[in-house]
T-cell receptor
């Protein structure tokens, strides 16, 4: 069955530190891959997406993600975290259909 | 841009009443809209997929008679929670897709928080 795993439920980093959020998927082929961010009580904002081509994808707010086919991963990174980055982050895959499969989310806390 | 709005943002209703939630794509025509439900501190669960002019496709376990979806135009989809009960209290989020050369990206609305008393 298709699935998306975000192994870290909570992550805490200090402001200015680097960040990596993990995402692994289970699917026979390469799906479309997405990262979204959700602030409390808000909808989801698209950070970046991967469809094909360059496996290192640049997104908004200084985020980037790298698709690694051999590891079935699409990890999100940011070199220097800002306090405003505190939010819930969701990885999603679209396995060739219109539907998304969401991971369970990673809640990021940023220490001043 | 790709802006999706939802109305209302928050609604409180009595048990047994019906509640309608609107989802609009403001600056693009959405061939497909999706309705999700999110419980506190959990991920989004797809409820149904809605295509303009046709019946919605519901996910397994979602009662189509309870959650009525209408997609009357390329910019508007509505979700009606009929005879709402406290267990229907949740955060409902819609999204709209704008197909471009087959590459689907969903743009999400801000969500509607429903509280059924």
């Amino acid at each position: 069955a298709q699935s998306v795993t975000q192994p870290d439920i909570h992550i805490t980093v200090s402001e200015g530190a680097s960040l990596e959020l993990r995402c692994n998927y289970s699917y026979g082929a390469t799906p479309y891959l997405f990262w979204y961010v959700q602030s409390p009580g808000q909808g989801l904002q698209l950070l970046l997406k991967y469809f094909s081509g360059d496996t290192l994808v640049q997104g908004i707010k200084g985020f980037e993600a790298e698709f690694k086919r051999s590891q079935s991963s699409f990890n999100l990174r940011k070199p220097s975290v800002h306090w405003s980055d505190a939010a819930e982050y969701f990885c999603a895959v679209a396995p060739g259909t219109y539907k998304y499969i969401f991971g369970t989310g990673t809640r990021l806390k940023v220490l001043a | 841009g790709a802006v999706v709005s939802q109305h209302p943002s928050r609604v409180i209703c009595k048990s047994g009443t019906s509640v309608k939630i609107e989802c609009r794509s403001l600056d693009f025509q959405a061939t497909t809209m999706f309705w999700y439900r999110q419980f506190p501190k959990q991920s989004l669960m797809l409820m149904a997929t809605s295509n303009e002019g046709s019946k919605a496709t519901y996910e397994q376990g979602v009662e189509k008679d309870k959650f009525l979806i209408n997609h009357a135009s390329l910019t508007l989809s509505t979700l009606t929670v009929t005879s709402a009960h406290p267990e229907d209290s949740s955060f409902y989020i819609c999204s709209a897709s704008r197909p471009q050369t087959g590459q689907e990206t969903q743009y999400f609305g801000p969500g509607t928080r429903l509280l059924v008393l």
